[in-house]
């Protein structure tokens, strides 16, 4: 496989009626995913503060990165646009069904849409909305979408490194809305500064929540080895029992964990346009873990995490890993892993793969 060289960047789009949905998509914040234009419009109802002169193409500039830094970096922008959406479960509503449209003008036929219902209320306030009115209001606006657009989409909970005090409550909404369209929760945040701990890579309480979700069969994926080391991948597996790995390029600098990641199946769920925007993937010396993946048969797919800070959905990440040296066989293996990998009970995922062999005209037996 070709060594190419550098990532291109592209601006944001949105590839109108591609059709058939043929795409699976399971690492994508729904509050990194909200549309330039909704935040603005929010603030500017609201009254809020906005950056630079408070036109809309600041407000971009504000938000999305063009250039490599770091993971903190790229958070970064989240603080011009949770203001818009915190406590508002109208606004929730409607981000959650132009979710919908966006990632189906993209062509994807299932979708994991994760995100941390604690970021997004007023903890200062009673009288706000709660969590549970949050995700209710992004169920409701999932489940319009969905009869509107065609795609099938589900949602994932976030703890957040560093607020152990949510990780009781994300885990009560998982059990409470497994049935209503809840099917995992995850644990994201940056991982900086983890590189020379001897500590644990993740603490009591976060360890305690994630065996309590395995107690109560709640499916569990990790962020892990974005930035982090390779130790970080081996824990999340160890001790917080994931099903899954959010990013874990860095698995690479530990061989012998790897192998057994390879022999286990262990999904990863890679974002290459994220993963050199927050530097996870040095580019100096560019050969992405993507490409060693793809020549190892690796369990992966491909996701575009944060489209409203990358400017990429999925059709720009599928184009730049094109450009690495992938090739249409591996993009179609991605989308298969991804939904055999979902976390949809058995029949729902029976039902959509069977769309999906169908699209790529695979006979199965």
């Known amino acids: 496989m070709s060594n190419h060289s550098g990532p291109k960047f592209h601006g944001p789009k949105r590839t109108k009626n591609a059709s058939p949905l043929s795409r699976v998509e399971l690492h994508i914040h729904l509050d990194g995913a909200v549309r330039h234009s909704t935040v603005w419009e929010l603030c500017k109802q609201k009254g809020l503060s906005l950056p630079g002169r408070g036109t809309i193409d600041d407000l971009k500039r504000a938000v999305q990165m063009a250039e490599p830094s770091d993971l903190a970096e790229f958070l970064s922008g989240f603080q011009h646009t949770s203001p818009a959406l915190t406590g508002d479960i109208v606004a929730m509503e409607r981000v959650a069904l132009e979710f919908c449209e966006d990632t189906a003008a993209n062509g994807c036929l299932y979708v994991e849409a994760r995100f941390c219902p604690g970021l997004l209320v007023n903890p200062a306030s009673q009288d706000e909305a709660s969590t549970d009115d949050i995700l209710e209001a992004v169920l409701r606006g999932l489940q319009r979408g969905q009869a509107e657009f065609g795609v099938t989409v589900r949602v994932i ?7 152990p005090h949510l990780n009781k409550d994300v885990l009560r909404l998982c059990e ?19 590189e020379n701990s001897e500590s644990a890579m993740f603490d009591k309480n976060v360890v305690a929540t994630f065996d309590e979700a395995r107690r109560l069969c709640v499916n569990r994926t ?13 824990q999340a597996l160890s001790l917080l029992h994931a ?14 964990l790897y192998q057994k ?4 199946r262990v999904h990863f769920e890679t974002c290459p346009t994220s993963s050199i925007l927050t530097g996870a993937q040095p580019t100096d010396i560019f050969y992405h873990a993507i490409l060693k993946f793809a020549e190892d048969g690796a369990n992966f797919s491909i996701n575009s995490d944060d489209p409203m800070v990358t400017g990429t959905w999925l059709e720009q990440e599928y184009d730049l890993v094109r450009s690495w040296g992938l090739n249409e066989t591996h993009i ?10 979902s976390f949809l009970p058995e029949v729902e995922k029976k039902a959509l793969l069977k769309k999906l062999y169908n699209v790529y005209h695979i006979h199965m037996d």
């Open 243 to 256: 099903g899954r790995i959010g990013h874990g390029y860095r698995i690479l600098e530990d061989e012998e």
């Open 332 to 341: 179609i293996r991605g989308n298969l892993n991804g939904l055999r990998s």
């Open 261 to 264: 990641c390879l022999k286990a």
């Open 157 to 163: 909970l976030c703890c957040i490194r560093g607020l």
């Open 222 to 234: 990790v962020h892990a080895g974005e930035v982090g080391p390779a130790k970080c991948v081996d």
């Open 176 to 194: 409470k809305y497994k049935d209503k369209g809840v099917v995992a929760m995850d644990i994201a945040g940056d991982e900086g500064g983890l």
